[in-house]
């Protein structure tokens, strides 16, 4: 169901408008892990439609760092909901740190409402038009205490939120996906590529809305156009003059940087190097989705399949999500399968667990294995949100450090979980003392 947050500063109202909006039930739908009382997520409903009220109150600043709190406080918001209400004390008007939530919230593309709450009397509501100065629209009174105006409020909220939650994002821009193909000289990248391209070079005119680098090419893979970035240097082989290798690893990151999608090419039939592991390592930094196609499949016999499975298990350990497609450019084995691996690591990397979904997973798993006590204190997960994809980006609020072996534990099961088949994942821990 679909997430409103709540922000504002402290004392503007926000727990008895919260309390108001709930209808006072309080439905507490994440209790969030252990032995926390911290409860952050809830239950509402409205006019028959359910969503899911995040108070945000639990990020309110204390003296030291006011401008940092209200910035994780607006962003959290953004991230993690499907719309957010601005709560404003409107006997006080709008304070420096209310108009530093507004600057945050104004670069959101979710839809921002003002609620501008202790609208008591005739009085207070002289002064709501004050509110428009927030740059987020009409400013709606509301009594959080006698409850004035919150039906109205209720209305506007369900008609911001979408019917189901935003749980994917699109590759904004549209046109072709990019993908680079990357792996050391003679391992068989243009060879692949000729393979690719072979009959399904696409004219670039033909296809409507697409500006293509003199280094990009389009190429029909399965029904669908892909941008492989940056071939020229594929097709025209480079000369091995000193200082090339420089320049090729160079161009590789650059290449990574402009994809998507990387392709990375390892020559099955010889030992897996240190550089292969070097360009799949800036892969994994770059955040871009990864597929591992072993190429020359066609020389590889029974004894160089075992060694190879015995080099996997020691040195790509890093990436054990990552598909591995066996082809071979000069037969044309398999190469078909390349394009399915490359969607299905794109749609990985395009996706995002609801708020809700990730929290109630979170909650069991806490229950069950609680973060190990650390200095003699047992840290707190609060609440969890997917801040991003592309790549997939979790943010865990907390009260203390997680030890790394922990959050190792929690990557594992997340990925045992909700899969995310051929793409990185990052994990950050913000720390509420
Ligand atoms: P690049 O430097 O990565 O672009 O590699 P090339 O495509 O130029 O290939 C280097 C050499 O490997 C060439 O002699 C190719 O014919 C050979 N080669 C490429 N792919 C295969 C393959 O699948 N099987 C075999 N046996 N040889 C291949």
């Known amino acids: 169901q679909p997430v409103l947050a709540v922000v504002g500063r402290p004392n503007v109202g926000k727990s008895t408008l919260v309390n108001r909006i709930l209808g006072r039930r309080e439905a507490v739908v994440q209790d969030i892990p252990g032995v926390t009382r911290d409860r952050v997520a809830y239950d509402a409903l409205w006019n028959g439609r359910k969503f899911t009220v995040v108070d945000t109150g639990g990020w309110e600043p204390d003296a030291t760092g006011l401008q940092a709190a209200v910035a994780a406080q607006a962003e959290l918001a953004m991230s993690a909901s499907d719309a957010v209400l601005l709560v404003v004390d409107a006997t006080v008007g709008a304070t420096a740190t209310d108009d530093a939530v507004a600057r945050v919230l104004r670069r959101s593309d979710r839809p921002v409402l003002v609620a501008a709450n202790k609208v008591d009397s005739e009085r207070a509501m002289a002064e709501v038009h004050q509110l428009w100065s927030l740059g987020l629209g009409e400013p ?8 004035r105006g919150s039906g109205d409020l209720l209305d506007a909220v369900l008609a911001a939120l979408p019917e189901s939650p935003k749980d994917l994002v699109g590759h904004g821009g549209g046109g072709p996906r990019r993908v680079a193909l990357v792996g050391k000289p003679n391992v068989g990248k243009s060879s692949l590529l000729n393979k690719l391209a072979g009959e399904q070079r696409v004219v670039v005119d033909s296809v409507a809305g697409t500006t293509v680098d003199p280094v990009d ?4 893979l399965d029904g669908e156009i892909w941008k492989f970035v940056d071939t020229a240097g594929l097709r025209k082989r480079v000369n091995t003059a000193s200082g090339t290798e420089y320049y090729a690893s160079l161009r590789t990151k650059a290449a990574i940087e402009a994809a998507e999608v990387v392709a990375v090419l390892l020559d099955a039939s010889e030992p897996i190097t240190e550089q292969d592991l070097r360009v799949i390592t800036d892969i994994v930094e770059a955040g871009r989705a990864l597929v591992l196609a072993f190429n020359k499949w066609d020389l590889v016999d029974e004894d160089r ?6 080099e996997l298990d020691r040195g790509l350990v890093r990436v054990p999500w ?17 394009a399915p691996a490359l969607r299905n690591a794109l749609d ?10 990730l929290n109630a997973w979170l909650n069991e798993l806490i229950q069950a294995t609680p973060p190990p006590v650390r200095g003699g204190k047992q840290p707190k997960v609060l609440f969890a949100t997917q801040a991003q994809t592309r790549p997939p980006t979790v943010v865990l609020f907390t009260t203390g450090f997680l030890e790394a072996g922990y959050r190792r534990f929690l990557e594992r099961r997340f990925r045992e979980t909700f899969g995310f088949e051929g793409s990185p994942i990052r994990f950050s821990i913000r720390v509420r003392e």
């Open 322 to 338: 990552a598909q591995h497609v066996n082809v071979s450019a000069r037969t044309g084995r398999a190469v078909a399968k390349l």
């Open 217 to 220: 090419e389009l190429i029909e």
């Open 305 to 310: 399949r075992h060694q190879l499975t015995r």
């Open 140 to 147: 709606m009174p509301v009594s959080g205490l006698h409850g």
């Open 348 to 357: 990985s990397w395009d996706t995002r667990v609801p708020t809700g979904q």
